[in-house]
């Protein structure tokens, strides 16, 4: 158990800068309303939702409370005081003063108990890693959703820049070699013009859009937008081993699973689940055999003018009730928690194997749409060099060449936004605290 100890202590490290931010309040914040907002970092929105986000403060409590339970479940019954009468009348009688009853707790049952309480609150700091991890995992999806919008707002912004450069060339050549049906070559390009425009002011919606979820995500939704985050990544791509042999890609995949369930807190809450369960087991089990309650008093006879002592054996007789139903309902209970870990493993598993699928499949896409927007690019520059200087084309073929090269950028964008948000899964699967390395903060 010393690693789950070690743990216990980085728990209880997260739960006290938690409560110490819950209680700095929103000084950390940046004023909301009209005052220009700060450019953020992956690393700036993450430390706002480990010191602002309810959920950790939440996991905090539970702690405490688990502590309190752990706590009283040791706790050994009170004593009993009681003071009583019997026959009295006008010759006064037979008082009892006092008689003290005390119940002794036999077959380790506070033992039992005290150890189902504290494999409790083991769960409870394994819990709120797994929950640190979960928060943080959501807050690096967010960002990158924020990035891909913001990087697909950018392109669209350049390529109505590159349009209406376009359409303005494609007038002044008309004036000097006009041609038949002329006027209707502007209005191709408005067109396109036009189209490219209304995709950028959708691309600028879910710019706030994307952003307002990652402020709720972050546990701050009043949180200023701003015009836009720090971005280190956009040229490179995340770095987890993909081998384009099948084999070799398999291999990756399975050094990361097996990391994943060795050290995931959800693989360590379910083994010790069975922990509790075996001492769950062990107290219904202690619960068959009885509890002894032994009094003891003084009693004063006024009736025959006598001191007297007074004492109680009280035994429960375990004739009807042995506590059968509860000790196998506590060794089902062993069976299935014996059973979860395997279902956990294999639910983490499955969700690496998603992440991983999917981070593979869009890395390539990215890959592919990285090397078709060069080539695209090249062929608008070219179509465009010959419509304009020769007349060779046609005003369609630039504009289809233009289309060419927007969807390419705008298909990188998507495919490399959706990769760096399955590596966020992937990085919050293996725990890795400092993922994606170096550039997360601002210059």
């Given at each position: 158990?010393?690693?789950?100890?070690?743990?216990?202590?980085?728990?209880?490290?997260?739960?006290?800068?938690?409560?110490?931010?819950?209680?700095?309040?929103?000084?950390?914040?940046?004023?909301?309303?009209?005052?220009?907002?700060?450019?953020?970092?992956?690393?700036?929105?993450?430390?706002?939702?480990?010191?602002?986000?309810?959920?950790?403060?939440?996991?905090?409590?539970?702690?405490?409370?688990?502590?309190?339970?752990?706590?009283?479940?040791?706790?050994?019954?009170?004593?009993?005081?009681?003071?009583?009468?019997?026959?009295?009348?006008?010759?006064?009688?037979?008082?009892?003063?006092?008689?003290?009853?005390?119940?002794?707790?036999?077959?380790?049952?506070?033992?039992?108990?005290?150890?189902?309480?504290?494999?409790?609150?083991?769960?409870?700091?394994?819990?709120?890693?797994?929950?640190?991890?979960?928060?943080?995992?959501?807050?690096?999806?967010?960002?990158?959703?924020?990035?891909?919008?913001?990087?697909?707002?950018?392109?669209?912004?350049?390529?109505?820049?590159?349009?209406?450069?376009?359409?303005?060339?494609?007038?002044?050549?008309?004036?000097?070699?006009?041609?038949?049906?002329?006027?209707?070559v502007p209005l191709a390009f408005q067109y396109e013009l036009d189209r490219i425009g209304l995709e950028l002011t959708t691309s600028q919606r879910e710019y706030v859009a994307a952003w307002n979820r990652l402020a709720a995500t972050a546990g701050v939704p009043s949180l200023a937008i701003p015009a836009s985050v720090a971005?280190?990544?956009?040229?490179?791509?995340?770095?987890?081993?993909?081998?384009?042999?099948?084999?070799?890609?398999?291999?990756?995949?399975?050094?990361?699973?097996?990391?994943?369930?060795?050290?995931?807190?959800?693989?360590?809450?379910?083994?010790?689940?069975?922990?509790?369960?075996?001492?769950?087991?062990?107290?219904?089990?202690?619960?068959?055999?009885?509890?002894?309650?032994?009094?003891?008093?003084?009693?004063?006879?006024?009736?025959?003018?006598?001191?007297?002592?007074?004492?109680?054996?009280?035994?429960?007789?375990?004739?009807?009730?042995?506590?059968?139903?509860?000790?196998?309902?506590?060794?089902?209970?062993?069976?299935?928690?014996?059973?979860?870990?395997?279902?956990?493993?294999?639910?983490?598993?499955?969700?690496?194997?998603?992440?991983?699928?999917?981070?593979?499949?869009?890395?390539?896409?990215?890959?592919?749409?990285?090397?078709?927007?060069?080539?695209?690019?090249?062929?608008?520059?070219?179509?465009?060099?010959?419509?304009?200087?020769?007349?060779?084309?046609?005003?369609?073929?630039?504009?289809?060449?233009?289309?060419?090269?927007?969807?390419?950028?705008?298909e990188f964008t998507r495919a490399w936004g959706e990769a760096w948000k399955a590596a966020s899964d992937i990085a919050g699967l293996i725990l890795d605290e400092d993922w994606p390395g170096l550039g997360n903060r601002k210059e």
């Amino acid at each position: 158990m010393n690693a789950i100890r070690s743990l216990f202590w980085f728990a209880v490290l997260l739960g006290s800068t938690a409560m110490l931010a819950a209680q700095q309040g929103s000084e950390t914040l940046p004023a909301p309303g009209g005052l220009p907002a700060q450019t953020y970092s992956l690393d700036d929105l993450i430390q706002i939702a480990l010191k602002q986000h309810p959920v950790l403060s939440q996991a905090q409590f539970e702690i405490e409370a688990a502590q309190g339970r752990a706590l009283q479940a040791g706790k050994y019954p009170n004593p009993t005081l009681t003071i009583g009468g019997e026959e009295v009348g006008p010759r006064g009688g037979i008082h009892t003063l006092p008689l003290i009853s005390q119940e002794i707790v036999t077959a380790k049952k506070l033992q039992w108990a005290r150890a189902v309480a504290e494999r409790e609150l083991d769960q409870t700091f394994l819990a709120l890693v797994s929950t640190r991890f979960g928060l943080i995992t959501e807050v690096r999806r967010g960002f990158f959703e924020v990035l891909a919008t913001q990087r697909r707002r950018d392109a669209l912004q350049a390529r109505v820049k590159e349009v209406t450069k376009t359409l303005e060339q494609a007038k002044k050549l008309l004036k000097v070699l006009p041609e038949e049906g002329a006027e209707v070559v502007p209005l191709a390009f408005q067109y396109e013009l036009d189209r490219i425009g209304l995709e950028l002011t959708t691309s600028q919606r879910e710019y706030v859009a994307a952003w307002n979820r990652l402020a709720a995500t972050a546990g701050v939704p009043s949180l200023a937008i701003p015009a836009s985050v720090a971005d280190p990544w956009l040229d490179r791509l995340p770095g987890f081993a993909v081998d384009p042999e099948p084999l070799k890609s398999q291999q990756q995949l399975a050094r990361l699973r097996d990391q994943i369930v060795q050290t995931h807190p959800a693989v360590r809450i379910a083994q010790v689940g069975i922990a509790k369960a075996e001492a769950t087991l062990g107290r219904e089990r202690a619960q068959a055999v009885p509890n002894v309650t032994l009094a003891g008093g003084y009693q004063r006879n006024l009736n025959d003018r006598e001191h007297q002592a007074i004492y109680q054996v009280g035994v429960p007789l375990p004739i009807f009730n042995r506590n059968q139903g509860n000790i196998r309902a506590a060794q089902a209970e062993l069976g299935r928690a014996v059973a979860e870990v395997s279902r956990v493993q294999i639910d983490l598993s499955n969700r690496l194997a998603s992440a991983y699928g999917q981070f593979a499949t869009a890395k390539l896409r990215a890959e592919q749409f990285d090397s078709l927007r060069k080539t695209t690019k090249k062929l608008y520059e070219a179509t465009k060099t010959a419509y304009f200087t020769g007349g060779k084309l046609s005003n369609l073929q630039v504009i289809q060449a233009q289309r060419q090269m927007i969807d390419a950028d705008l298909e990188f964008t998507r495919a490399w936004g959706e990769a760096w948000k399955a590596a966020s899964d992937i990085a919050g699967l293996i725990l890795d605290e400092d993922w994606p390395g170096l550039g997360n903060r601002k210059e």
